[in-house]
């Protein structure tokens, strides 16, 4: 014969078999009903793992220092395959000294050719294989003309530097230095932008780095 159940088992029992309050129907329903689609997507992209930082592009692969035509130059050379241009910077062919009069002099020596059409340019170009010094020069609209090309192969480079003066407060004049296992050169640059003499420098420092390594 089964006992009656004890009262307080019997009020226990009562409590399970009421149903449940207003407040609680409402929350175990909205327990129960799917996430909004923006809660989903919200959900969804909290789950998802972090992507993965992208590497910055390597030293030396940012956009090259160019100075001047760089193209006027390039008719000149011949890029062997796979030899990209990392940095080139233009010289003076009419430099004649710091001196302010003397660069006053040679800026009108320079129009003064220009106007008879001719030209002397000099210009530096850097590669990941080699060393190009470029110098042009034309006198009466290419009556006469001449083209010096000079080649350095870049393993050979051993020191680099540069070399600013300024003489009364606004003539300012870049030197550029370069010397390899078999010549020096020396340049003034017809640009005087500190930014890009920088950028060509750290380039030059680089290669020569590397060149270090190697042995």
Known sequence: AQQPPAPGQQQQQAQAQQ????????????????????????QAQAQQPPAPQQPGPPIGTQEPPVSGNLQ???DSIELLQG????????????????????????KFTSFMVTLTGGHIR??????????????????????????????????????AGAAKDTQVCCFH??????????????????NNDDQLLKQFINQMALQIQQNNNSL
């Open 72 to 74: 006027f130059y390039l």
């Open 173 to 190: 004049s870049n030197l550029v230095t370069l010397e390899t296992r078999t010549e020096n050169f020396a340049m003034i640059l017809k």
């Open 83 to 106: 030899e990209n241009i990392i940095a080139s910077l233009e010289g003076d062919g009419f430099f004649l000294g710091t001196n302010p009069l003397l660069k006053l002099f040679a």
């Open 122 to 159: 000099i210009m530096l170009v850097l590669t990941n294989k080699r060393i190009f010094i470029v110098q042009k020069s034309q006198a009466w609209c290419g009556c006469t003309a001449s083209k010096n090309i000079r080649l350095v192969a870049l393993k050979a480079l051993v020191e």
């Open 19 to 42: 149903p449940p309050a207003p407040g609680q129907q409402q929350q175990q329903a909205q327990a129960q009903q799917p996430p909004a689609p923006g809660q989903q997507q919200q």
